[in-house]
Every structure is written in C-alpha cells, then in structure tokens.
T-cell receptor, first 118, second 107 residues
Framework: GAVVSQHPSRVICKSGTSVKIECRSLDFQATTMFWYRQFPKQSLMLMATSNEGSKATYEQGVEKDKFLINHASLTLSTLTVTSAHPEDSSFYIC??????????????FGPGTRLTVL | AQRVTQPEKLLSVFKGAPVELKCNYSYSGSPELFWYVQYSRQRLQLLLRHISRESIKGFTADLNKGETSFHLKKPFAQEEDSAMYYCAHSRGGKLIFGQGTELSVKP
C-alpha cells in the first residue's frame, strides 16, 4: 500500500528558531500533499494544500509567512515553522494524495511530527 | 459553511455490544463522506468511504440524505476497536474532519 513518512518524528526547539518537517511519499508520486495540525484529543485542522511545482494554498487564518511550505518534487513536501513560539507546539501531520488510477480523494497519512517549542 | 459534526467526544461500550458513532453533515449537494480511524500511537487511516458501500472490520456506514447523517455502526464491538474515529467530508479534494469520537470498548 501507499506509505507516507515524516521526519523528524519529534523535535524540541528553542523559541525563535525555525524547524523544518519533511513529508515523503515512499512508493508513489503525490501530486498533492496536505498539512494538518492536531491538538491533543482534538480534530485535525487543515493548514494548507501543497501542489508540486506551485505555491501552496493556505486555509483561512493560517499565516503563510509563518508556515512555509515547499513541494519541490512529486515525493517530497516540507513544512518550515519559522521563528517558532510555544504556541506553535503541536502535532503536525501530512498526507499525500493523487495516486494514479486511485480515487481523487484518497489521502494517505504520515505518522505525524510532535513539535515542542520551549 | 460545509461541516461535519460528531456530537459525542467519548463513547464507551462493553465488548459484544452494538456500536453507533454519530456523524451529521451540512452540505446541500452530494457529499463525499469518509470514516477515518486512529489507533493508539498509529497514523490516521481510512476505514471506509460512503461511495464504496463496503464493510471494513465489521463496520458499515450508510448515507442518509434525509437526516444528513453518515453514522458508523458495528453490531458487536471488540476491544481492538478502541480508537479515535473521525468522520470527514471531501471538499474540492480537501478533507474536512469532524471533532472525532473516542471509542472505548471494555472487556
């Protein structure tokens, strides 16, 4: 089946630093990747949609200068949290879609990255 | 706004009891609805989608347009069904999730 990986699985950083999270589709090409944020015991909130070779589309209320997304290839998207602050601490999850021959709305999720900002 | 609502944060049942996790949607067109499951310390995974009308792990979900519902049901719950369950609908390829319901199946 389709596998999506994320790296790192957890990261702790100091306030003011930037953190990059990678999302990779391991055995398929993903035309579209999505980034979500999940707070403890809460739902996933879509942050942005990332299309290979074009600018990401951000959901309302998500600061695009704060959360930089790059989708340089069909198997890799990165999320950079710039100048991180404690309120950015969260669980960040990516998903990949666009399997050839698959249903358009099929998304496969990564295991998530736990970000803690001190 | 298009949304899905899961009214129960926690549902606790005993093993062998029937389970129904509720999901209501607000969408005037033909919705594309899904149920996702997240077991403890595992990634989110697709359980079933309404378009397939399938049964996965004994779970079924029927789209009821009259009641705008897509409740997830299983006649006999198992302990391994304990997990977070999310109802979601697709909007332009994006998934919009409900708040989630934690199912706890007790022995």
């Amino acid at each position: 089946g389709a596998v999506v990986s994320q790296h790192p699985s957890r990261v702790i950083c100091k306030s003011g630093t930037s953190v990059k999270i990678e999302c990779r589709s391991l055995d398929f090409q993903a035309t579209t990747m999505f980034w979500y944020r999940q707070f403890p015991k809460q739902s996933l909130m879509l942050m942005a949609t990332s299309n290979e070779g074009s600018k990401a589309t951000y959901e309302q209320g998500v600061e695009k200068d704060k959360f930089l997304i790059n989708h340089a290839s069909l198997t890799l998207s990165t999320l950079t949290v710039t100048s991180a602050h404690p309120e950015d601490s969260s669980f960040y999850i990516c998903s990949a879609g666009g399997l050839a021959g698959g249903l358009a709305d099929t998304q496969y999720f990564g295991p998530g990255t736990r970000l803690t900002v001190l | 706004a298009q949304r899905v609502t899961q009214p129960e944060k926690l549902l606790s049942v005993f093993k062998g009891a029937p389970v129904e996790l509720k999901c209501n949607y607000s969408y005037s067109g033909s919705p594309e609805l899904f149920w996702y499951v997240q077991y403890s310390r595992q990634r989110l995974q697709l359980l079933l989608r309404h378009i397939s009308r399938e049964s996965i792990k004994g779970f079924t979900a029927d789209l009821n347009k009259g009641e705008t519902s897509f409740h997830l049901k299983k006649p006999f719950a198992q302990e391994e069904d304990s997990a977070m369950y999310y109802c979601a609908h697709s909007r332009g390829g994006k998934l919009i999730f409900g708040q989630g319901t934690e199912l706890s199946v007790k022995p």
